[in-house]
């Protein structure tokens, strides 16, 4: 027998789209995994299910993970040494090329272009080294500023005052995204210039601390 996996209607054998729903037919049919929520568990007042239901009304915002500047410095030299390998050799040639020294089966104005094409891969590979060498000075700056926060953070005893106003009976997934984000406000609050990938990371580690 064979399933809709939209519909969950049942179909006989030989059948192997579901002129319903336009998809094809499985084998197996995946049951949706439920949550277990306590008896004794209470709502807050203001739960609205229908708007769990109908879901976000907007897409949210993709937020890049955090990497640290010694992974950014790491990865701009790398760009870096690939413009510059790739534009020398290619000015090279194509200089050769332009001089007669090389035989190319392209017209002059076309090595033109392609010379001026590995000059800007010149630059750009220029660019990306001092670029590079500002990640570099910067990384004690934002090693810096994370120890500051996080120093904040205990020596103010906020680790503890972030989830005292949760319940603790939730299931462990609510509990974990409201402290999460009791968490993120209290850094949010103090630390307003905070990057959001920084952000996100110190509010991960924070609440995995306990």
């Excluded at 009304?57 to 410095?73: D, F, G, N, Q």
Aim: aromatic share 12%; with cysteine; net charge negative.
């Amino acid at each position: 027998m064979a399933w809709c996996p939209k519909c969950k209607n049942e179909y006989r054998e030989g059948i192997t789209h579901c002129p319903d729903c336009d998809v094809d037919l499985v084998e197996v049919l995946l049951q949706e995994e439920s949550v277990e929520v306590p008896e004794d568990y209470e709502f807050p007042k203001d739960f609205d299910p229908s708007a769990i239901l109908e879901g976000p009304k907007e897409k949210p915002a993709l937020v890049k993970p955090y990497r640290s500047p010694e992974e950014r410095y790491a990865d701009m030299r790398s760009s870096a040494w690939t413009f510059l390998s790739v534009g020398s050799v290619g000015f090279v040639v194509m200089l050769l090329a332009l001089m007669g020294i090389l035989s190319f089966p392209f017209h002059d104005f076309a090595l033109i272009v392609m010379l001026l094409l590995f000059i800007a891969f010149l630059i750009v590979g220029i660019l990306s080294f001092q670029n590079a060498k500002k990640l570099k000075s910067m990384a004690s700056i934002e090693h810096a500023f994370i120890e500051r926060i996080t120093d904040w953070y205990h020596s103010e005893g906020l680790h503890l005052e972030a989830v005292t106003a949760l319940d603790a009976t939730m299931p462990e997934e609510l509990f974990y995204l409201q402290k999460y984000e009791a968490v993120s406000n209290l850094i949010q609050e103090h630390f307003p210039d905070i990057s959001e990938e920084l952000l996100n990371k110190l509010a991960s580690d924070f609440c995995e601390e306990e």
